[in-house]
């Protein structure tokens, strides 16, 4: 039986994604910070919330930072949230803070004067919003095109390729709700709370070889 690993920093839903996956047949799955557990799953998760200088702070702590980048590389990964904020080169959230970089661009705030067609936008983004598949990837499959999935965020992802950018969101704007590279895989959306297409997604995730 396959192994998946959630990486636990101190960050993140971690049971909620791990019943998740678990629900779906991923097989066993490890909430864990042991980096020799993480090096020897088949797949890896990486949530997380909060705020991204606490999570960095942590990450780089742990070194987890340098094992995201090694593991990332040679199976499927899959990153949620703020753990998708974090693979990203900086967010401007606390003034700054240089994250992972596994992915280029920015992570941008919403800003406190978000209009939609003359109305005012609450920040944060929370709720359920559609997400335009802007490339067919398998953690697709079964998945409608403009399927609604659930967000919590202030801060969108401003994606330095569009090439990567695999699904797209609108709040007020434009950002980039998913990003694929090779074996890394990552959504703005929490889709262990955006029931039956964000289970979908999971389960492909537990059948993807990684290779797209």
């Known amino acids: 039986m396959q192994t998946v690993a959630v990486i636990d920093y101190g960050m993140g839903n971690l049971h909620s994604v791990a019943k ?19 090096r020897e799953a088949d797949r890896v998760v990486f949530p997380g919330v909060g705020a991204i200088r606490d999570c960095m702070a942590e990450i780089r702590r742990l070194g987890f930072d340098t094992l995201v980048r090694e593991v990332s590389q040679d199976r499927p990964f899959l990153g949620i949230c703020v753990g998708m904020q974090a693979l990203m080169e900086r967010s401007e959230e606390n003034g700054g803070v240089d994250c992972i970089g596994l992915f280029p661009g920015q992570v941008r705030f919403f800003g406190k004067d978000l209009v939609e067609d ?3 936008l609450k920040v944060p ?4 919003n559609e997400v335009a598949q802007s490339i067919d990837h398998p ?5 409608p095109d403009r399927g609604r999935f659930y967000f919590v965020h202030s801060y969108y992802i401003e994606a330095g390729n ?6 797209r969101g609108h709040y007020g704007k434009d950002f980039a709700a998913a990003l694929a590279d090779g074996s890394r895989f990552a959504v703005q959306f929490h889709p262990e709370k955006s029931h039956t297409h964000g289970l979908q997604l999971l389960q ?4 993807w070889d990684g290779r797209w």
Request: a negative charge.
């Open 20 to 38: 998740a996956l678990e629900h779906v047949g991923a097989g066993r799955v490890h909430i864990t910070s042991d980096a020799q557990v993480i």
């Open 118 to 120: 003359g109305e005012p």
């Open 125 to 128: 983004h929370m709720g359920w």
């Open 139 to 143: 953690l697709w499959h079964n998945i």
């Open 162 to 167: 569009p090439k990567q950018v695999v699904g």
């Open 204 to 207: 492909n995730f537990a059948a």
